[in-house]
């Protein structure tokens, strides 16, 4: 716009903005006529002034002379005395009075004051007789006439001393003429003419004057500013309707994104207009030049464009006309232009100007993008077809062919009611249509039939088209073959819902189920039953033979289960090798249900524990089952499912193959259980594990040592034995740290012992849990602990079970080697309880055999606990070890011992398990 604005500014003039040229023409028209008055006025009271000035200095000059002739001979005597130049002698001059006696020979009223003067510029005579001896008022212009000059001047005073007396606000014509006698200066004669009266009547004439001249002007200016008025008026009315035509145009250029530009080619600058530069995203402040312009265009598109320019364009002289991008530097959005322009030639044809538009096409481009992605997206594998209002078929895409197996040609002008399957009722479109005309969409699964009457599931959307009047015009129906997808949703329900190898229901389907039988037992007040079934050393089958045959257990198992219960009944693997079945509706009887879910468990229990043909190997396995009965929702499916858990659970600890039903006892248990498993977690962060110690003696009952035993000092249960926790703590990694912290504070009791003589040769035997002993750097960490708390290694001797050694024998032989290297001493513990082998024992080399408790106990009756003690005694002497007796409670078990040539001993005999602080007492007293 800025470019159309300068246009019509210069082919309308009196255009302006904000105040109009018209309103400025007329107040400068009034100003010109102010002063032409003022001059007019000053040109008059100058000449006027002019006039009287000369008259006066006429007059004066007339008198003057005349005075000169009249006095002539009194004058040259007057100045050609030789009195003494005072003002006192000049007054008293003889000739005085006849200069007054002359003066009052002229008859003129405007004679104010005559004063004559010496060559030396002193009043020689004056009218006033008090200026006599005194020089001029106005010395330099006395200076001029005493040098032979006549001098003229009106002045004006506010007081003035005549001949008739004191004057106030006069006007008074003054000349100095030079007295000249026989051709010989003499001095000066002044002359004051009271001209008061001519100046007030020239003042009252410059008056009238003006009046006249400033009526005449204000006459002609306001006919002027009428005349004025109006043209202000049409020009006003002229501008808005340019204004107005500005304004649509400008709002048509932006609504069109048009904006336009001029080009001087030769200095390369171009003047846009405003909505230009707001589509290209620049003010006025950017370098509106060819290069400002190129670096506006895309980079992708900069090459073409200015290659276009410049050789098609300038070099050719053919008009622009191109389509491109440009990223604007406001925002830099990307947006594309069309451009066109119109070279302007000189008189010999050169380039001089181009003048074009450029208009905002992006939106156009977007919807061309649009078209051409409608274009590629209406074929695709969906297949789309469209209707009118009146659901007549008036387009398909290749897809709806390949899919249908109808061709387009075979389909226009017709409903798609050819297609229907006849699974759907007619209450199913009315509900359809009923919510397409409602909301204009629908989506849904419809069953429909191909040409070639196959019939097949589609997954299908219809959307209604409307018009700007929210007219429905069409229906466009995307729709696509779900065949396959209906297949793999089975396939995954199948997956979700059903266990992949024995094809029985998991765990999710089961509890839906459950869920449902627990609803309908509300209504019907009947019992129903879980069992919780696990098969007995499945671990033990999979280790030695392999996946495969768990596998093919797995499998038989469920089909023996499918075949004990009723169709009805749910038989589901639960995980693992573990099954649950779900009998319900059975009977509101509590005991005729009991005896009935018995009489079924114990079914299922004996087809289970039938050997296994597996591959030709046969297999014995066994369950171990626990029911739980239900009765309405008192509980919720997992709770039930934990109870028939809990009760399978007393059954494997009963020996397995069982079956056992839900006491509430076990859930207390449970609860018990759980309880201590989560306090043990906080005992060593609290400081709850104590240690007490139990001396162990030698032959001659002096001290040699001491085991060392756990204590949980509980705040609301007491003291807690080891028989108690330690198990729960084994069930975790919770052993391995409480192990760990028990050698910490054996080291540390060993290291303190090993400062006093009575104590430095005793040894501290620790208990090592499987868990503890299986870790990988289990001797590097005794290592730290004894080099940490710099204790003695012999001093600390561990208690290594069969059990433990003979999990991983080649493991624990090398851990066992490393620990003797050490120096850490070893004791055999449990020896004959398990599984004694005697190569092991030669290869494991302990220091020590330890008797079990259990031997000890029995050696005192009949019985051959006498004759294995002895035997295991002699065996660790031929073997050269030493051999300890634990539990040794009575004198007479002692006395027995020694014969069996025990080394040491300990039990309750000699001290039961104390406290440090007891124990170190108690070995003063030994």
Same mark, same amino acid.
């Given at each position: 716009?800025?470019?159309?604005?300068?246009?019509?500014?210069?082919?309308?003039?009196?255009?302006?903005?904000?105040?109009?040229?018209?309103?400025?023409?007329?107040?400068?028209?009034?100003?010109?006529?102010?002063? %032409?008055?003022?001059?007019?006025?000053?040109?008059?009271?100058?000449?006027?002034?002019?006039?009287?000035?000369?008259?006066?200095?006429?007059?004066?000059?007339?008198?003057?002379?005349?005075?000169?002739?009249?006095?002539?001979?009194?004058?040259?005597?007057?100045?050609?005395?030789?009195?003494?130049?005072?003002?006192?002698?000049?007054?008293?001059?003889?000739?005085?009075?006849?200069?007054?006696?002359?003066?009052?020979?002229?008859?003129?009223?405007?004679?104010?004051?005559?004063?004559?003067?010496?060559?030396?510029?002193?009043?020689?005579?004056?009218?006033?007789?008090?200026?006599?001896?005194?020089?001029?008022?106005?010395?330099?212009?006395?200076?001029?006439?005493?040098?032979?000059?006549?001098?003229?001047?009106?002045?004006?005073?506010?007081?003035?001393?005549?001949?008739?007396?004191?004057?106030?606000?006069?006007?008074?014509?003054?000349?100095?003429?030079?007295?000249?006698?026989?051709?010989?200066?003499?001095?000066?004669?002044?002359?004051?003419?009271?001209?008061?009266?001519?100046?007030?009547?020239?003042?009252?004439? %410059?008056?009238?004057?003006?009046?006249?001249?400033?009526?005449?002007?204000?006459?002609?200016?306001?006919?002027?500013?009428?005349?004025?008025?109006?043209?202000?008026?049409?020009?006003?009315?002229?501008?808005?309707?340019?204004?107005?035509?500005?304004?649509?145009?400008?709002?048509?250029?932006?609504?069109?994104?048009?904006?336009?530009?001029?080009?001087?080619?030769?200095?390369?600058?171009?003047?846009?207009?405003? !909505?230009?530069?707001?589509?290209?995203?620049?003010?006025?402040?950017?370098?509106?030049?060819?290069?400002?312009?190129?670096?506006?265009?895309?980079?992708?598109?900069?090459?073409?464009?200015?290659?276009?320019?410049?050789?098609?364009? $300038?070099?050719?002289?053919?008009?622009?006309?191109?389509?491109?991008?440009?990223?604007?530097?406001?925002?830099?959005?990307?947006?594309?232009?069309?451009?066109?322009?119109?070279?302007?030639?000189?008189?010999?044809?050169?380039?001089?100007?181009?003048?074009?538009?450029?208009?905002?096409?992006?939106?156009?481009?977007?919807?061309?993008?649009?078209?051409?992605?409608?274009?590629?997206?209406?074929?695709?594998?969906?297949?789309?077809?469209?209707?009118?209002?009146?659901?007549?078929?008036?387009?398909?895409?290749?897809?709806?062919?390949?899919?249908?197996?109808?061709?387009?040609?075979?389909?226009?002008?017709?409903?798609?009611?050819?297609?229907?399957?006849?699974?759907?009722?007619?209450?199913?479109?009315?509900?359809?249509?009923?919510?397409?005309?409602?909301?204009?969409?629908?989506?849904?699964?419809?069953?429909?039939?191909?040409?070639?009457?196959?019939?097949?599931?589609?997954?299908?959307?219809?959307?209604?088209?409307?018009?700007?009047?929210?007219?429905?015009?069409?229906?466009?129906?995307?729709?696509?073959?779900? %065949?396959?997808?209906?297949?793999?949703?089975?396939?995954?329900?199948?997956?979700?819902?059903?266990?992949?190898?024995?094809?029985?229901?998991?765990?999710?389907?089961?509890?839906?189920?459950?869920?449902?039988?627990?609803?309908?037992?509300?209504?019907?007040?009947?019992?129903?039953?879980?069992?919780?079934?696990?098969?007995?050393?499945? /671990?033990?089958?999979?280790?030695?033979?392999?996946?495969?045959?768990?596998?093919?257990?797995?499998?038989? !198992?469920?089909?023996?289960?499918?075949?004990?219960?009723?169709?009805?009944?749910?038989?589901?693997?639960?995980?693992?090798?573990?099954?649950?079945?779900?009998?319900?509706?059975?009977?509101?009887?509590?005991?005729?249900?009991?005896?009935?879910?018995?009489?079924?468990?114990?079914?299922?229990?004996?087809?289970?524990?039938?050997?296994? /043909?597996?591959?030709?190997?046969? #297999?014995?396995?066994?369950?171990?089952?626990?029911?739980?009965?239900?009765?309405?929702?008192?509980?919720?499916?997992?709770?039930?499912?934990?109870?028939?858990?809990?009760?399978?659970?007393?059954? /494997?600890?009963?020996?397995?193959?069982?079956?056992?039903?839900?006491?509430?006892?076990?859930? #207390?248990?449970?609860? %018990?259980?759980?309880?201590?498993?989560?306090?043990?977690?906080?005992?060593?962060?609290?400081?709850?594990?104590?240690?007490?110690?139990?001396?162990?003696?030698?032959?001659?009952?002096?001290?040699?040592?001491?085991?060392?035993?756990?204590?949980?000092? #509980?705040?609301? #249960?007491?003291? $807690?034995?080891?028989?108690?926790?330690?198990? !729960?703590?084994?069930?975790?990694?919770?052993?391995?740290?409480?192990?760990?912290?028990?050698?910490?504070?054996?080291?540390?009791?060993?290291?303190?012992?090993?400062?006093?003589?009575?104590?430095?040769?005793?040894?501290?035997?620790?208990?090592?849990?499987?868990?503890?002993?299986?870790?990988?750097?289990?001797?590097?960490?005794?290592?730290?602990?004894?080099?940490?708390?710099?204790?003695?290694?012999?001093?600390?001797?561990?208690?290594?079970?069969?059990?433990?050694?003979?999990?991983?024998?080649?493991?624990?032989?090398?851990?066992?080697?490393?620990?003797?290297?050490?120096?850490?001493?070893?004791?055999?513990?449990?020896?004959?309880?398990?599984?004694?082998?005697?190569?092991?024992?030669?290869?494991?080399?302990?220091?020590?055999?330890?008797?079990?408790?259990?031997?000890?106990?029995?050696?005192?009756?009949?019985?051959?606990?006498?004759?294995?003690?002895?035997?295991?005694?002699?065996?660790?002497?031929?073997?050269?070890?030493? !051999?300890?007796?634990?539990?040794?409670?009575?004198?007479?078990?002692?006395?027995?011992?020694?014969?069996?040539?025990?080394?040491?001993?300990?039990?309750?005999?000699?001290?039961?398990?104390?406290?440090?602080?007891?124990?170190?007492?108690?070995?003063?007293?030994?």
């Amino acid at each position: 716009m800025t470019e159309i604005k300068g246009i019509a500014e210069e082919n309308c003039p009196l255009s302006s903005n904000k105040f109009p040229l018209l309103r400025r023409l007329s107040a400068v028209s009034l100003v010109v006529m102010l002063v %032409t008055a003022g001059i007019l006025i000053f040109l008059y009271r100058a000449e006027r002034l002019a006039e009287h000035t000369l008259s006066a200095e006429q007059r004066n000059k007339q008198t003057a002379s005349y005075l000169v002739q009249l006095l002539d001979e009194k004058i040259a005597g007057l100045l050609s005395s030789r009195h003494e130049q005072n003002a006192q002698t000049l007054k008293i001059n003889p000739d005085i009075p006849l200069f007054t006696a002359a003066l009052k020979q002229i008859r003129t009223n405007n004679f104010a004051k005559l004063k004559i003067y010496d060559l030396s510029g002193v009043t020689r005579y004056s009218s006033v007789q008090d200026d006599i001896g005194k020089s001029s008022d106005r010395p330099e212009l006395l200076a001029r006439a005493l040098s032979g000059e006549t001098i003229h001047q009106i002045d004006f005073h506010a007081s003035f001393h005549s001949r008739y007396g004191e004057l106030h606000g006069v006007h008074v014509s003054r000349i100095y003429m030079p007295l000249i006698q026989a051709g010989k200066r003499m001095g000066v004669i002044e002359l004051d003419d009271d001209v008061t009266s001519i100046f007030k009547q020239f003042h009252y004439s %410059t008056l009238w004057i003006a009046l006249i001249i400033f009526t005449a002007f204000a006459a002609l200016y306001a006919a002027l500013f009428f005349a004025v008025s109006r043209i202000d008026r049409a020009v006003g009315k002229w501008q808005k309707n340019i204004a107005d035509s500005e304004a649509a145009l400008k709002e048509s250029q932006n609504i069109a994104g048009l904006g336009s530009y001029v080009l001087n080619v030769r200095s390369g600058l171009w003047k846009s207009s405003e !909505v230009l530069d707001q589509l290209f995203g620049i003010d006025a402040a950017y370098e509106h030049t060819i290069k400002g312009w190129e670096r506006l265009i895309h980079p992708d598109d900069r090459a073409m464009v200015v290659d276009y320019f410049h050789n098609d364009v $300038i070099a050719q002289g053919q008009a622009f006309d191109k389509q491109f991008r440009i990223i604007r530097p406001n925002d830099q959005a990307e947006r594309w232009f069309h451009a066109l322009g119109k070279l302007q030639f000189d008189a010999r044809g050169r380039t001089v100007k181009m003048h074009g538009t450029i208009q905002d096409i992006t939106r156009r481009k977007l919807a061309e993008d649009a078209w051409r992605v409608a274009a590629v997206a209406f074929e695709t594998n969906e297949a789309i077809l469209i209707t009118d209002a009146r659901s007549t078929i008036v387009r398909v895409n290749r897809a709806f062919s390949e899919i249908t197996g109808y061709s387009a040609e075979e389909v226009l002008g017709k409903n798609p009611r050819i297609m229907h399957s006849g699974r759907q009722s007619k209450y199913f479109y009315v509900v359809m249509w009923q919510q397409l005309l409602h909301t204009g969409f629908w989506a849904g699964e419809i069953w429909d039939r191909r040409k070639n009457g196959e019939i097949y599931p589609k997954w299908m959307t219809i959307t209604a088209v409307k018009n700007q009047q929210q007219e429905t015009t069409n229906y466009v129906a995307i729709f696509s073959d779900i %065949t396959e997808r209906k297949k793999t949703e089975g396939e995954i329900f199948n997956l979700a819902f059903y266990d992949a190898l024995t094809k029985l229901p998991n765990r999710r389907l089961f509890l839906d189920r459950l869920r449902a039988a627990l609803a309908a037992s509300v209504r019907h007040h009947d019992y129903g039953a879980i069992l919780f079934i696990d098969m007995d050393r499945f /671990k033990a089958l999979n280790d030695t033979l392999g996946h495969e045959y768990g596998d093919l257990l797995l499998v038989e !198992v469920g089909l023996r289960i499918k075949a004990c219960v009723r169709e009805m009944d749910t038989v589901a693997r639960y995980g693992g090798d573990e099954f649950v079945v779900l009998i319900d509706a059975l009977s509101d009887d509590s005991d005729a249900v009991t005896r009935r879910v018995s009489l079924v468990a114990e079914k299922i229990r004996a087809a289970l524990e039938l050997p296994y /043909k597996l591959k030709g190997h046969e #297999h014995h396995s066994s369950p171990s089952i626990g029911i739980s009965l239900y009765r309405g929702q008192e509980e919720s499916p997992e709770r039930l499912i934990e109870h028939a858990d809990m009760a399978m659970y007393q059954v /494997k600890k009963s020996g397995r193959n069982g079956v056992r039903f839900f006491d509430p006892v076990m859930q #207390h248990d449970m609860a %018990t259980h759980d309880t201590l498993v989560n306090d043990l977690h906080h005992a060593l962060a609290l400081h709850q594990l104590q240690l007490h110690y139990q001396v162990q003696v030698d032959k001659e009952n002096r001290p040699v040592g001491a085991e060392v035993f756990l204590r949980w000092r #509980h705040p609301e #249960h007491g003291v $807690i034995m080891p028989a108690q926790f330690i198990p !729960v703590a084994e069930e975790s990694s919770l052993i391995i740290d409480i192990d760990r912290w028990v050698l910490g504070a054996v080291c540390q009791q060993l290291a303190a012992w090993g400062k006093y003589d009575r104590t430095r040769d005793l040894t501290l035997t620790v208990n090592i849990s499987a868990k503890l002993f299986a870790q990988p750097d289990f001797v590097n960490e005794i290592a730290v602990m004894l080099r940490a708390h710099q204790a003695e290694p012999t001093r600390l001797k561990l208690e290594l079970s069969e059990r433990l050694v003979l999990t991983d024998v080649n493991t624990s032989m090398a851990k066992i080697q490393a620990l003797k290297n050490l120096g850490v001493r070893l004791s055999m513990d449990n020896f004959g309880t398990v599984y004694s082998s005697l190569s092991y024992l030669k290869q494991l080399s302990p220091d020590q055999l330890k008797i079990h408790r259990d031997f000890i106990q029995g050696i005192g009756m009949e019985g051959n606990d006498a004759l294995l003690v002895k035997t295991v005694a002699n065996l660790a002497k031929s073997l050269e070890l030493s !051999v300890f007796a634990e539990g040794v409670e009575t004198e007479e078990q002692r006395i027995l011992l020694d014969s069996y040539n025990c080394d040491s001993y300990q039990g309750y005999l000699f001290g039961k398990p104390v406290s440090i602080e007891e124990f170190e007492v108690m070995l003063e007293r030994l």
